[in-house]
C-alpha cells in the first residue's frame, strides 16, 4: 500500500501562486507515476498534471505554461508549482499515485483546498 499526505493548500489572491507537496510513504518503491488532480462540487475530478519516475510530464491544457510538477525521488515527494492562479480554479486539489506489483492500483491522497479569491 501507498500512503499520500498532501500540503500548501490555502486561500491566495488571483495571479498569485502557491506549492502543493504530496509526501509518499509505504511501498514507494512500486510507484510508476504521481499526479496531480481537483476537484469541484457538482464536477468530476480532473487531471491537473502527472509525472512518471522518469521525469515524463503531461499537463492539462488550462494549465500550461503556469503550473509545473516536479518530483524528489530521494524524498519520495511530488509538488505542484501553481503560478498565475485564476478563480475558477478554487477546488480540491489531490494526490495521486500509480503503482505496480503484478498488477496495478491507484491510490489518492485526502486532499488538500486551494482558494483564488480576493
Known amino acids: 500500500q501507498v500512503q499520500l499526505v498532501e500540503s500548501g493548500g490555502g486561500l491566495v489572491q488571483p495571479g498569485g501562486s502557491l506549492r502543493l507537496s504530496c509526501a509518499a510513504s509505504g511501498s514507494i518503491a512500486s510507484i510508476t507515476a504521481m499526479g496531480w488532480y481537483r476537484q469541484t462540487s457538482g464536477k468530476q475530478r480532473e487531471l491537473v498534471a502527472t509525472?512518471?519516475?522518469?521525469?515524463?510530464?503531461d499537463y492539462a491544457d488550462s494549465v500550461k505554461g503556469r503550473f509545473t510538477i516536479s518530483r524528489d525521488n530521494a524524498k519520495s515527494t511530488a509538488y505542484l508549482q501553481m503560478n498565475s492562479l485564476k478563480p475558477e480554479e478554487t477546488a480540491i486539489y489531490y494526490c495521486?499515485?500509480?503503482?505496480?506489483?503484478?498488477?496495478?492500483?491507484?491510490?489518492w491522497g485526502q486532499g488538500t483546498q486551494v482558494t483564488v479569491s480576493s
Open positions: 509525472i512518471t519516475i522518469y521525469g515524463e510530464t
Open positions: 495521486n499515485a500509480d503503482i505496480y506489483k503484478g498488477y496495478s492500483a491507484q491510490y
